[in-house]
């Protein structure tokens, strides 16, 4: 450690150099990572926050909430299965809303509506106002992000190009669809938005998207077999099998292991060359009893602290950066991701520093000795 500390004190302006490389790769890392668990929060939230297990939908659905159609009565069959604690029915559908109460903000905003049962596990906590309730169908609750576009609670919504109107009664936090902000509403005012074309229910009896489970190890083979045209997935194949979800994810891990492909060569070249250049100094030191092992600890050990320093400096500029990135931009800090990724980049660093450890092992001292003379 003294011998790589010395060096690196010696070497200001080379290490210098390695070192803002370092952070300017840690630092797209981190945003990265940060734009892929803000577009996944943005695509899945609900889902990711429901508690929930299992997903029942219908068959061939591959599922997806918007291919699937049951009946709600299922819910009550499926609870009754064994490690199935409860069920519940939810529908989803994507719209687009006005403010009826403020005649002079006719602003359009998307939304997600979701229906549900009043009360069940899947109704998130109300942050602000009150919850839903079975008797008062036209009464929704809405996520908080709405409070930025000028909604409160007491306005009415409309929904274009339908007569169908809601009432905001509530807030919730953390709580959007398919990149939308969610609405939730009773089952029964979702089916009057969703199914206002006659036929479009195709038939079924209070008709639903898919019907959540809550329970440890449920048996979903079983399930398939008791009731034909179903098919239970868990909730994380669920989330997989939102629109755009997997592909965006995909994108952004292809993204994140080409960038640490490139760092790991971009370091690994650095300190090979470096060792290179101190090739002579080496073998000097390997002739006046210097271990392989000694200067491998050496090269181990500067390549651990300027990584080390390096990636910190890039948590920091990570965090100042969302400080500043605007609301709309889908970005979220993990702290467990920017923990993994810390560790991955260290680990990436060190090991790159092994081909130069494994030049020093090859270093003759008499030849050292030679040329110097």
């Known amino acids: 450690m003294f011998l790589a500390i010395r060096e690196l004190k010696h070497g200001k302006l080379r290490f210098l150099m390695i070192g803002v490389i370092t952070v300017l790769i840690a630092w797209v890392v981190f945003i990265l990572s940060g734009l892929g668990n803000g577009l996944s929060t943005l695509s899945a939230a609900t889902f990711k926050n429901m508690d929930a297990n299992y997903v029942t939908f219908e068959d061939g ?27 519940s029915g939810m529908g989803a559908t994507m719209g687009t809303v006005l403010n009826h109460s403020d005649s002079d903000d006719n602003e359009k905003v998307d939304i997600a509506i979701l229906g549900i049962t009043p009360g069940s596990f899947l109704e998130p906590n109300v942050i602000d106002g009150k919850p839903l309730q079975a008797n008062k169908p036209l009464e929704v609750i809405a996520n908080e992000t709405l409070k930025k576009k000028g909604f409160k609670i007491g306005d009415t919504l409309k929904i274009e190009g339908s007569l169908e109107k809601m009432k905001i009664v509530g807030f919730v936090k953390n709580e959007t669809y398919n990149h939308l902000p969610a609405i939730f509403t009773t089952l029964d005012k979702w089916r009057s938005i969703q199914f206002a074309a006659p036929g479009s229910d195709k038939g079924i009896e209070k008709p639903v998207n898919g019907i959540m489970l809550q329970g440890e190890n449920v048996d979903s083979e079983k399930i398939k077999q008791l009731f034909k045209n179903t098919e239970t997935v868990t909730k994380a194949q669920a989330i997989q099998g939102m629109p755009g979800y997997k592909e965006e994810n995909g994108t952004i891990m292809m993204m994140l292991a080409f960038l640490l492909a490139i760092s790991a060569f971009v370091l690994g070249v650095f300190f090979y060359v470096l060792t290179l250049q101190k090739s002579n100094q080496f073998g000097i030191l390997k002739a006046i009893g210097a271990s392989n092992r000694f200067l491998g600890r050496a090269i181990v050990s500067q390549v651990f602290l300027l990584s080390f320093i390096s990636i910190l400096a890039g948590i920091l500029l990570t965090y100042g950066t969302a400080l500043i990135l605007p609301d709309e931009m889908p970005f979220s800090l993990d702290l467990k991701l920017v923990v993994l990724y810390a560790l991955l980049l260290l680990v990436i660093s060190i090991l790159s520093s092994l081909v130069s450890v494994r030049k020093i092992t090859k270093i003759d001292p008499l030849q050292a000795i030679g040329r110097m003379e």
């Open 61 to 87: 659905s591959r599922s997806s909430m918007s291919r699937s159609l049951l009946s709600e009565s299922l819910a009550e069959k499926l609870e009754s299965q064994p490690n199935v604690s409860a069920a």
